[in-house]
């Protein structure tokens, strides 16, 4: 019996706690507002005037009311435009939307910290190496460094990396928006390269790529051109913008792995330096 009624009306229970919730919602947005009281005020004009017509069964007031609120219905979005606004910029900031969408604006805001001081560093032509976490803990290059567990700033970046301050050797260790560590040093790949001007920083980057998921971004000294490391390969002489694609397809997942645009890269699997495809080889 009790089966029976649920297996015939639980749609109508799911409309029914679906409308209280929509209903609830729309009174919670428009409360305190000016519009709140015509809004109640319309609502009882009409409740009362719809009892009385139909209790009295009068034809032709209830054909010009119909007619009026058919009127009514365009005209509410006007009246009610400040409400409106006002609502839907409350659904906007609400908690839970905020929630959803903290993470991804919080990496956003992190990879546009990071943007600003590689092409800082870049263009002043300051060495730096950085050393993004992922899944696997780079805890054990922590401990080589100076922990610092603070806020990523392209200030704090540019004052490490400064050439003389004392942190300014080594790799900044960077865990979610969090400096964890500088002045780290990282395993130096031991593969052989036939491109001799690879230096200890991008063999460093790469190295340390090889062994972890990690990923690094380096700043060469010598000429100020930005390389990202993953897995073991180097992506190099990156454009500031292109720098700014790849991290976002990394760390943001937006695009497939077809749609990379990799101006030179240095890997276990590519070919060599004329291979006439703008790629180098780790040989
Ligand atoms: N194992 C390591 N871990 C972290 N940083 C390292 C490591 N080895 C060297 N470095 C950093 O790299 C610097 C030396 O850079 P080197 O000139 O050899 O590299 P490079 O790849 O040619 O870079 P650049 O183009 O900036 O000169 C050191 O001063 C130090 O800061």
């Known amino acids: 019996m009790v089966w029976e009624f649920i297996r015939l009306h639980w749609r109508h229970g799911i409309e029914i706690l679906i409308l209280t919730i929509g209903i609830y919602q729309i ?4 409360k305190a ?3 709140a009281r015509i809004l109640v005020g319309l609502v009882v004009i009409l409740v009362v005037l719809t009892a009385l017509l139909q209790l009295f069964r009068l034809q032709v007031i209830t054909w010009i009311v119909t007619r009026a609120l058919l009127v009514l219905l365009v005209a509410l979005p006007v009246i009610f435009q400040p409400e409106i606004r006002t609502a839907l910029a409350r659904v906007g900031s609400s908690r839970w939307l905020d929630w959803l969408l903290r993470n991804d604006r919080r990496q956003i805001v992190f ?3 990071l943007d600003d001081a590689v092409i800082m560093l870049s263009k002043k032509r300051i060495g730096a190496l950085f050393a993004l976490e ?11 460094g100076v922990r610092l567990n603070a806020d990523f700033s392209p200030e704090l970046a540019m004052s490490v990396f400064f050439p003389k301050s004392p942190l300014h050797d080594g790799a900044i260790i960077l865990a979610g928006e969090k400096v964890r560590a500088a002045g780290c040093v990282l395993p130096v790949s031991q593969r052989e390269m036939s491109d001799r001007s690879i230096g200890l920083r991008h063999r460093a980057a790469l190295g ?9 971004v380096v700043v060469s000294e010598e000429t100020g051109a930005i390389s990202i490391c993953s897995e073991g390969s180097m992506e190099r002489d990156l454009e500031p913008g292109d720098f700014r694609t790849r991290m976002e397809e990394i760390f943001l997942s937006k ?9 030179q890269t240095l890997g276990a699997e590519d070919g060599g330096p004329d291979s006439g495809d703008g790629s180098l080889d780790a040989d």
């Open 27 to 30: 009174y919670r947005a428009f």
């Open 33 to 35: 507002t000016r519009g």
């Open 111 to 113: 990879l546009e910290s």
């Open 134 to 144: 992922r899944n696997i803990s780079l805890k054990p290059q922590e401990d080589t």
């Open 208 to 216: 340390l790529t090889e062994e972890t998921d990690a990923i690094c």
């Open 255 to 263: 695009t497939n792995d077809d749609e990379k645009s990799v101006p």
